[in-house]
T-cell receptor, first 115, second 111 residues
Framework: EPEVTQTPSHQVTQMGQEVILRCVPI?????FYWYRQILGQKVEFLVS????????KSEIFDDQFSVERPDGSNFTLKIRSTKLEDSAMYFC?????????????FGEGSRLTVL | GENVEQHPSTLSVQEGDSAVIKCTYS??????FPWYKQELGKRPQLIID?????GEKKDQRIAVTLNKTAKHFSLHITETQPEDSAVYFC??????????FGTGTRLTVIP
């Protein structure tokens, strides 16, 4: 069964460093998302992406964050200058095109630790 | 983002008993309400969903009910088993097809 894959599974970085988290969505999906989950808390929406542009973003997704689909398969989240509070699990998700289906398929997550 | 309140935050039940988790929301335009199960250290996985044109949906031991007038929806798990132990998140679709999640319920099924 096709899955969303994410790399790295865990990244440790120093505060102020740039981080890029990578995702390969399911191949026939057209909607892509990043969510984050601080340890023990709920899953929070960051950004959605469709047709090569951001379709919606939350207040968490400030100027330090950016997303890109550099080629036909990868979807990346960049944090320009990491802060301690960016430490969290970051989940990529994707969704089929069209119609009524709303199911998001999540990757296994990338755990980011900012020291 | 959309505010989704979820209760209880923790729930312990004896194996074989039922578990009920409830979520309330405020955006009347929401029309899709999924429930996700997240085991420790794993990704959230969809277990059941309901759309606003129905009031109840059942899949084996799991059921979801939706009251659009009162703006709440609930997850019901019957005949609970130890492997049902996990964190359960309600969610709803709002905005441009985005999901907003509740705060989660940690369910523990005691053998």
């Amino acid at each position: 069964e096709p899955e969303v894959t994410q790399t790295p599974s865990h990244q440790v970085t120093q505060m102020g460093q740039e981080v890029i988290l990578r995702c390969v969505p399911i191949s026939n999906h057209l909607y892509f998302y990043w969510y984050r989950q601080i340890l023990g808390q709920k899953v929070e929406f960051l950004v959605s992406f469709y047709n090569n542009e951001i379709s919606e973003k939350s207040e968490i997704f400030d100027d330090q964050f950016s997303v890109e689909r550099p080629d036909g398969s990868n979807f990346t989240l960049k944090i320009r200058s990491t802060k301690l509070e960016d430490s969290a699990m970051y989940f990529c998700a994707s969704r089929k095109p069209g119609g009524d289906t709303g199911e998001l398929f999540f990757g296994e997550g990338s755990r980011l630790t900012v020291l | 983002g959309e505010n989704v309140e979820q209760h209880p935050s923790t729930l312990s039940v004896q194996e074989g008993d039922s578990a009920v988790i409830k979520c309330t929301y405020s955006d009347s335009a929401s029309n899709y309400f999924p429930w996700y199960k997240q085991e420790l250290g794993k990704r959230p996985q969809l277990i059941i969903d309901i759309r606003s044109n129905v009031g109840e949906k059942k899949d084996q031991r799991i059921a979801v009910t939706l009251n659009k007038t009162a703006k709440h929806f609930s997850l019901h798990i019957t005949e609970t088993q130890p492997e049902d132990s996990a964190v359960y998140f309600c969610a709803l679709k709002a905005g441009a097809n985005n999901l907003f999640f509740g705060t989660g319920t940690r369910l523990t099924v005691i053998p």
